[in-house]
């Protein structure tokens, strides 16, 4: 089984998570990490600062390479705004045809009922590009620091992919 986790995180939790389900992932075949980052950062901070909430203005530096090869696609990012933040958004609505993708969504949040929105705002965005398998793992940022428990549910999302 050939996974890609493809996370994007601002202060650390996502991505010390998006590491964690590399590594489980790993247990079942190949598995690589992707950190998705924004374009032009530097040269327009304001744009920047303005993207942070709003995906139009958001622009994704590159996307990962040949995402048809994997089988399982680790999805990770913070809720902002009640949403996935805007670039894991722009990541998933450039992604094609995911019928045959097992899709693993992960995020981290603050408030519960603004990632339960969010959740549901993914779910709508993967079901559109046809995807059938979506295993979710909703993390509070309270949890997130709990490294046992993490690797815990970490387990029994990877464990659900068969
Ligand atoms: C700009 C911004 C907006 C946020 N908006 C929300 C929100 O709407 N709902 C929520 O539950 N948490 C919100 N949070 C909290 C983050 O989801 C939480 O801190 C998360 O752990 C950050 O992940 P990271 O460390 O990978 O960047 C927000 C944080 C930031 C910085």
Redesign the pocket.
Known sequence: MKSIVV???????????ARMYCEQLKQKGEAVLFELEHRDRQRHKIKHLLA??MPKLTNLAKMPGDIDKYDVICI????????P?PLAIKFITRLKNLSKKKVIYF?????????EK?TEYTRSLLVKKGCVNIIEDD???FD?RDEAALLERIKESVGKLG
């Open positions: 996370y994007y995180s601002h202060s650390g939790n996502t991505s010390r998570i942070r909430l990770g990012t913070p809720v902002w705004g009640g949403k933040a995020q981290v949040y603050g408030m519960e009922a603004s990632s969010s993390i509070s940022w997130a």
